[in-house]
């Protein structure tokens, strides 16, 4: 089995719910060829080095995915159709691919990931009924801010007005 890796571009005016289809067809059709998708890339909107087909800007989408040449000829046969794909490249990555050893790397990545998400998510914002019940217990217990030291600093800084003047 070989790995490949393959560019997309497809009409930027169209709106999302027409672009999905294009990219489930991709994701249903490697698995039906007998391939297996390494990684789905989706880089966005960006404007392209010359126009192709009265277009600046092109939707790129890059796949990394392992198969056959009948994959392959499926897929751009697929893109060839399909008026909404602007252009398409495939290059080959690896003549002879293992595909235990990328299916390992995927299951380590994916764990990774999950792992970073684990440690990036947020506190818990919410705290028990019995913590939110003694912090305003708390509240309520703590002493008054004094009248009176508040009266005394605003006389202070009146008086060191009235000098400066």
């Known amino acids: 089995m070989r790995r490949y890796e393959t560019i997309v571009i497809v009409d930027p005016d169209i709106g999302e719910e027409q672009r999905a289809p294009v990219f489930d067809r991709i994701r249903e059709l490697v698995p039906q ?15 392209m080095a ?24 499926e897929m751009e046969r697929q893109f060839r159709i399909d008026d909404r794909v602007l252009k398409y490249m495939t290059i080959l990555l690896e003549d002879d691919v293992d595909m235990d050893a990328i299916q390992e790397k995927m299951a380590q990545a994916s764990k990774a990931e999950e792992a970073q998400a684990v440690t990036e998510a947020p506190a818990p914002a919410a705290e028990t009924a019995a913590e939110a019940a003694e912090a305003a217990q708390a509240a309520e217990e703590a ?10 600093a605003e006389d202070t ?9």
Not at 144 to 150: F, L, Q, R, S, T
Not at 157 to 163: C, F, L, Q, W
């Open 33 to 47: 060829k007998g391939g297996l998708v390494v990684e789905f890339d989706e880089w966005g909107s960006r404007k």
């Open 143 to 152: 002493p008054a801010p004094d009248a009176e030291a508040k009266e005394a």
């Open 50 to 73: 010359y126009e192709v087909k009265k277009k600046k800007r092109g939707f790129y989408l890059r796949v990394d995915y392992c198969g056959s040449g009948e994959l392959v000829n």
């Open 157 to 165: 800084e009146s008086a060191a007005k009235k000098e400066d003047a």
